[in-house]
């Protein structure tokens, strides 16, 4: 977010994004780096079968603990022909909500701090998984998303091309897309 | 789930899940490996700044479309810290969502596929995330999450041992875990 065309002192909020408190907190940071270490955290009890519940409470950064406004509480499950009882998204889905929304974030965040602005952004993805990997059927087969495909329409007045940079942006700056993209470490652990 | 010690004719329910019925699945992909070849999908929207919406609807699976029993609607955003309005978990989050959630229903699903009886399963996860990564002010720092530790209590009449290959077993067959530790390619193109 180095280049930019806005002028810092007028716009103040486009795409919904304070721009000024962006840039002002981009400036924290270059002084202070520890600003921009977070943590994100969450907690699950088993309900029963492929049913659980995962809270959302809290988080650090910004050198200290923040609690969200109200907790966030989501039923997670698999539907009937994954044995379960359908009263949540599953896993896999929890990660493309993710994925989805972390893209249109990074997208509009960054359009907003090039003084692009964004009048709609609708997407839709799909990802493969083969559960032969799950069931520990076939040691060939991936047990995780074999691929991802995520379409953007994007409306703005700009050029396709525009557009086009505008999601490559997405891509490089969205956490989630890179979590997943790149291998990221995973520690498991037992609490005894 | 080749390995196990359970008596396909006696238990039918173990851990909430059917074992049964789950023997008779794979059964049948070990005749038609097609059945087990599933699409998830998900829709999105913004809102506004850094809130916008998921829709989960349906999926394609053992060889047809189906429709959740309802559509879920989760909402996205970002903490006020983060320039958003705290109106959702943000998407980070819902990633460490699917995270939990599938190493549980993983443990859950293999524990009964072997006969284990599980009583509770609690777990809390917490990822690292540096901020510069995503606001592009070092190349250096990682987009995503640098690291993802997870902790498990497991209430069964097993041993520490028992557990902790438990734990081993969750990772090794859950699709999330897989397609965050490796990496995964994810397509996004423009809808014109």
Chains 1, 2 share one sequence.
């Not at 907790?71 to 009263?87: A, T």
């Not at 889905?93 to 003084?115: F, P, R």
């Amino acid at each position: 977010m180095t280049e930019h065309t806005v002028d810092k002192t007028k716009t103040r909020n486009l795409n919904g994004v304070d721009v000024g408190q962006l840039f002002k907190t981009i400036e924290a940071i270059k002084g202070t780096p520890d600003i921009a270490k977070f943590k994100f955290r969450a907690t699950n009890e088993w309900i029963h079968g492929g049913h659980n519940r995962t809270t959302v409470k809290d988080f650090y950064g910004a050198q200290q603990d923040h609690d969200h406004l109200s907790p966030f509480v989501l039923d997670e499950d698999e539907p009937e022909v994954l044995l379960g009882e359908d009263k949540g998204p599953n896993p896999v889905e929890y990660l493309l909500t993710g994925l989805i929304g972390c893209l249109t974030s990074a997208l509009v965040y960054h359009a907003a701090a090039k003084g692009i602005q964004i009048k709609g952004v609708k997407s839709r993805l799909e990802g493969d998984i083969d559960l032969r990997g799950f069931l520990g059927l076939s040691p060939d087969v991936k047990v995780g998303y074999a691929n991802i495909r995520v379409y953007f329409k994007i409306d703005a007045d700009v050029s396709d091309e525009q557009k086009e940079e505008l999601i490559k942006m997405a891509q490089k700056y969205s956490p989630v897309f890179n979590t997943v993209s790149n291998p990221t470490p995973v520690w498991v652990s037992l609490d005894k």
